[in-house]
């Protein structure tokens, strides 16, 4: 299986600043024949399923707000909320599909305002 | 617009099956990957199995053979069954659909299902 490991576990950031998780896969998830990673991030709030962000690493699932943004390639990846808003108070997890089975996702990051 | 909305037996005993259906409005049931995958309480989020575009079926090895999903197309609808449930397999379980890009792009509501004696 690979393995998501994602950091750090917790961050607070202030209103309007800029908040990073990061997200490092056990081995790549770069489809060589598309160039495309297949990684996702989604964003949890208390109470309700996951809604998906970013998809192939950093392409913007439709109506997700631009201050949200994903990068990186191979094995390291970076989900950045360029301006934190009250509403991104959430849990955020990244996800391979590159091998399955199992899908697998990272233990999840909790951003909260500071 | 897609909405997915899931039911089954929110409470079993130990050995039992759940049982979880999940019905798709408002979208094409061709052409997706429908999978399940749930969250213990306080937990992360574990993939259970899903049913791609082709109709091949793929299940998390770490459930041992107790899962089986499959579709009824002419309802627009999913299922997971899970044998055998212990108290480990207590946890909110969610539907989703998506696609081979974006794998988990809808998502149901969630049910919570309990196993106790």
């Known amino acids: 299986d690979i393995v998501m490991t994602q950091s750090p576990d917790s961050l607070a950031v202030s209103l309007g600043e800029r908040a990073t998780i990061n997200c490092k896969s056990s081995?790549?998830?770069?489809?060589?024949?598309?160039?495309?990673?297949?990684l996702a991030w989604y964003q949890q709030k208390p109470g309700q399923p996951p809604k998906l962000l970013i998809y192939?690493?950093?392409t913007r699932e439709s109506g997700v707000p631009d201050r949200f943004s994903g990068s990186g390639s191979g094995t390291d990846f970076t989900l950045t909320i360029s301006s934190l808003q009250a509403e991104d108070v959430a849990i955020y997890y990244c996800?391979?599909?590159?091998?399955?089975?199992?899908?697998?996702f990272g233990g999840g990051t909790k951003v909260e305002i500071k | 617009q897609v909405q997915l909305q899931q039911w089954g037996a929110g409470l079993l005993k130990p050995s039992e099956t759940l049982s979880l259906t999940c019905a798709v409005y408002?979208?094409?049931?061709?052409?997706?990957?429908w999978t399940w995958i749930r969250q213990s309480p306080g937990k992360g989020l574990e993939w259970i199995g899903e049913?791609?575009?082709?109709?091949?079926?793929f299940y998390n090895p770490s459930l041992k053979s107790r899962a089986t999903i499959s579709t009824d197309s002419s309802k627009n609808q999913f299922s997971l069954r899970l044998s055998s449930v212990t108290a480990a397999d207590t946890a909110v379980y969610y539907c989703?659909?998506?696609?081979?890009?974006?794998?988990?792009?809808?998502w149901g509501q969630g049910t919570l299902v309990t196993v106790s004696s």
């Open positions: 989703a659909r998506g696609t081979w890009a974006a794998r988990l792009g809808f």
């Open positions: 408002g979208g094409s049931f061709s052409g997706y990957y």
């Open positions: 049913i791609n575009d082709s109709g091949g079926t």
């Open positions: 081995q790549s998830v770069l489809y060589s024949p598309n160039n495309k990673n297949f």
């Open positions: 192939w690493a950093s």
């Open positions: 996800q391979q599909y590159y091998s399955d089975p199992p899908l697998t």
